[in-house]
Nanobody, 124 residues
Framework: QVQLVEFGGRLVQAGGSLRLSCVASGRTFSSYAMGWFRQAPGKERQFVAAISRTGDITYYSDSVKGRFTISRDNAKNTLYLQTSSLKPEDAAVYYC?????????????????WGQGTQVTVSS
């Protein structure tokens, strides 16, 4: 099993940037494909970005492609999401997720392990 804790959410102005982090417990972080999802009030949880367990393959939703970058440091058991050019519609609770897999995964149902989320608020 793996436990996940997200950090870095805060209030930011539109056009700004911030970096979210997700720290995983355990010694097998490199065995897990990882993803970022977000959920706004009244909406379903949606895919943002995913990364393979080795970090060499990434995938993004169209809504964040070119603005967000997912990365991981397996030596530090940490997943990152670097965001830029933030828009009010990016405001949501951001969750990281993990699943034992060689490849990246993009569906909510693909993941068994989730963090508690971190709030990102974007002011216009």
């Amino acid at each position: 099993q793996v436990q996940l804790v997200e950090f870095g959410g805060r209030l930011v102005q539109a056009g700004g940037s911030l970096r979210l982090s997700c720290v995983a417990s355990g010694r097998t972080f490199s065995s897990y494909a990882m993803g970022w999802f977000r959920q706004a009030p009244g909406k379903e949880r949606q895919f943002v970005a995913a990364i393979s367990r080795t970090g060499d393959i990434t995938y993004y939703s169209d809504s964040v492609k070119g603005r967000f970058t997912i990365s991981r440091d397996n030596a530090k058991n940490t997943l990152y999401l670097q965001t830029s050019s933030l828009k009010p519609e990016d405001a949501a609770v951001y969750y990281c997720a993990a699943q034992l897999s060689d490849y990246y995964l993009i569906l909510v149902s693909d993941y068994d392990y989730w963090g508690q989320g971190t709030q990102v608020t974007v002011s216009s």
